[in-house]
């Protein structure tokens, strides 16, 4: 799918990657952009449309789910990163919250308008959720918890026409590793891989370096296999 003449929806726009993901949804000609913020957005070009988005809160998500009326890619790019203790419970609530149940949420509630225009919908995930990373063991949770989801929407959303996609990233320099002595990528190169990746039509985007060194394994692996022999069981549940 190109997102040239499409209507976009980049949650968590205001910053990073997803300020990033906005600008580079209106370079390749998107007509629209709804940009998701939990605080309020101004933004230079007319074709963005500011939406005041808490994926946590449910009202908002609603009101979102309203106030779109046609949407042809929805980004959920909003997450919580951060470094905490295993035993801290609190913080692994809320990973899920933002991470999970954030993604979740907003999914359903756009889920209608995607069907309609047979569009495409971008997880933005985490390679921890491949492999955990113990520094933030609440945050790996989460992200493979919302890797899960994906390949679940992936399979029961087939038959209607909208492609799931799994954003795998490395390190992106945003606020959670900006700190840290590693090479990281930038997030408008992320956001051009992110989007070379839909119109490619790639299940997981590997957007960076690090994350590219394992695209290979994956595509060829024998999880990538299972998960399509799974997703087969729904096709055949479907048209028995």
Known sequence: MTLADKTVLVTGANRGLGRALVDEALSRGATRVYAGTRQPLTHPDERVTPLALDVTDAEQIAAAGEAVASLDVLVNNAGLGGY??????AALEQYLAVNLFGPYGVTQALLPRLIESRGAIVNVVSMAALAALPVSPGYSISKAAAF??????????AGQGVHVHAVLAGPVDTDM?????????????????????????????????FSQAFADG???????????????????????
């Open 218 to 240: 994956w595509n060829g692996g024998t999880v990538k296999a299972l998960e399509r022999e799974n997703a087969a069981l729904i096709s055949a549940a479907q048209n028995p």
């Open 84 to 89: 905490e203790d295993f035993a801290d419970r």
């Open 148 to 157: 899960s989801m994906t390949q679940s929407l992936r399979a029961t959303l």
């Open 177 to 209: 590793v900006r700190d840290l002595p590693i090479p990281k990528a930038s997030p408008s190169s992320v956001a051009q891989a992110i989007f070379d990746g839909v119109e490619k039509g790639h299940d997981e985007i590997f957007p960076e370096p």
